[in-house]
């Protein structure tokens, strides 16, 4: 009996040792005190991970090149759009999900935006909205889940700075980043090389773990070639363009209009007539936005050509608007609209350093067309912040070897949703361009024609319940097999397939592949 307890005890100590060592890196990482966080980048991304930080480490420093912010309120809140923010001054819609895990880290931020002047539209009854040729349905009356808040990108950003501000332990300095400080032995990023705002001498701050959030510009490419790691890139340029205005409303002008918001999508319109939204974002200011696809079909800033360009539903109450609105900002035009994903996931096993996170624009770049950047960032973000909580939980506190890489891997799935709905949409336009990476794959185009027949279905049959539940699941207030139900399923699928067939005999114009 104890010799066969011994062998018992002999095998679970054996087990025990071989899991343990299963657990370890390729390169042996020393113990890590949680003392220093460096983040890089001050914009959604950064701020929200900062908050993440502040709960695991004793200091938390986010360097940002244009500066700690000015959290005081201004009547121009566009005024207050960073420069390292081209976008900043258009149009920002956070997804009602990522909005939530906003306030989530950042409790009571959601009612703040609301009282400080931000805008709640009801996205049906508030929103006269014509999409694909379909009227999206207005009654009068429908579920909170309906309202959303509509804001300039510098008012969301203002509050969620405030709110770092004021954690004790979190520091905002201004300083470009040149490098990562990398110790190839055992794969460890161990802090960063920066310039302050003086911009007179290179310094280095040496920290246990580095979140790089610093943007589509991150200097993750350099310093990860110089240590001769180069992964792959998926890299599109659909060929989007801009251009957008404020406007701000007398009270009688306001009384005319008889919503919160206005949107014409139509990929019917004739060659030169954008899509548009004109939609209140905070303290009485209003946007007008054009969008366009394709070189020839850039939306102007000329008042002229913007008449011109104009059709579709609502436009001579836009044209009026134009002529009689006190017109707040000039015409801006934008074309930052390529999408970039550096598969930083798809590193060999034991090549992604330690210590060292990318999230946000840093990873992935969206079509800012599609509004997915922010909420993308903030399911990042809570990723970043469970794996932490599920390391300390497994104890492994002190050792934060193979978490780095966990995370990289973990935020992959929140990508892949956002990017295969922006590019399922932007691959099925032929002015669209593949740098690198996989492009009109069948899976898009299978997605793009499914999407479409959806929407197609549910705006098309003027049922309100369907509309409320497509939106939620728009929102991500509700999960996608929310739609799987056979009054939606059979006839898209129908339609789907029908439509297949039919250009199989008789094939309609494809894009042309670049």
């Known amino acids: 009996m104890i010799v066969f307890l011994a062998i018992i005890f002999v095998a679970f100590v054996a087990w025990k040792t071989l899991r343990q060592s299963s657990n370890l890196c390729p390169h042996e990482s020393p113990k890590l005190p949680r003392s220093h966080a460096v983040v890089v980048g001050a914009g959604f991304a950064g701020l929200m991970a900062a908050r993440v930080l502040s709960d695991h ?7 940002e090149r244009d500066g700690p912010g000015d959290t005081a309120a201004k ?35 959601r009612q703040e935006l609301i009282v400080d002047g931000a805008a709640v539209i009801n996205f049906l009854r508030d929103n006269r909205a014509s999409m694909f040729g379909f009227k999206i349905p207005r009654p009068t009356s429908t579920p909170d889940s309906m309202n959303y808040v509509f804001a300039t990108r510098p ?16 520091t905002i300095v201004q300083g470009t980043v040149s490098e990562l400080l990398y110790r190839p032995e055992d794969n460890n990023v161990y802090g960063v090389t920066y310039r302050n705002k003086s911009g007179v001498d290179d310094q280095q ?4 773990f580095v979140v790089d959030c610093s943007g589509r510009k991150s200097m993750l490419d350099k310093s990860l070639k110089d240590i001769g790691k180069e992964p792959e890139m998926y890299h599109v340029d659909p060929c989007a363009g801009y251009a957008s205005a404020g406007f701000r409303p007398t009270a009688e002008q306001l009384r005319d209009i008889d919503c919160k918001c206005m949107v014409n999508m139509d990929d019917n319109a004739p060659q030169g007539q954008p899509h548009w939204s004109f939609f209140e974002v905070d303290n009485g ?24 360009c104009l059709g579709g539903s609502f436009t001579e109450e836009i044209k009026t608007v134009i002529n009689t609105w006190k017109r707040e900002t000039e015409w801006i035009a934008y074309r930052g609209s390529q999408t970039m994903w550096r598969r930083f996931d798809l590193m060999k096993p034991g090549e992604w350093p330690e210590n060292l996170v990318a999230l946000g ?12 950047g922010i909420t993308s960032a903030a399911l990042q973000c809570l990723t970043l912040d469970s794996m932490m909580r599920a390391h300390v ?6 050792d934060w070897c193979g978490l780095s890489t966990k995370v990289q891997k973990g935020i992959v799935p929140v990508l892949k949703k956002f990017w295969n709905n922006g590019q399922s949409e932007d691959m099925a336009r032929p002015s669209t361009k593949i740098i ?9 185009k299978i997605q793009h024609a499914i999407s479409r027949e959806l929407i197609g279905h549910i705006l098309g049959s003027n049922d309100v319940n369907k509309t409320i539940m497509f939106y939620e699941v728009a929102q991500m207030l509700a999960p996608e097999t929310r739609l799987l139900t056979p009054s939606i399923v059979v006839p898209v699928l129908f339609r789907t397939v029908r439509k297949a067939l039919l250009n199989l005999i008789s094939p309609a114009a494809k894009p042309k592949a670049s």
């Open 205 to 208: 701050l040496l920290a246990d």
């Open 393 to 398: 939980l497994n104890g492994l506190q002190q």
């Open 285 to 308: 200011l209003w946007l007008l936005t054009l969008a366009g696809y394709g070189p020839d079909n850039q939306p102007p800033t000329d008042i002229d050509k913007i008449h011109a």
């Open 57 to 63: 480490f004793k200091k938390v420093t986010v360097i």
């Open 436 to 444: 690198s990476g996989p492009g009109r794959t069948l899976g898009l």
């Open 361 to 372: 624009d840093a990873v992935c770049v969206f079509n800012p067309f599609y509004g997915q």
């Open 75 to 109: 009547p121009d809140s566009l005024s207050q759009a960073r420069r390292g923010v081209p976008q900043g001054r258009f149009p920002h819609l956070i997804i009602a999900r990522g909005l939530e895990i906003i306030d989530y880290f950042f409790p009571g931020v």
């Open 155 to 170: 008012f969301f950003e203002r509050h969620v700075l405030a709110r770092v501000n004021n954690i004790p332990n979190v």
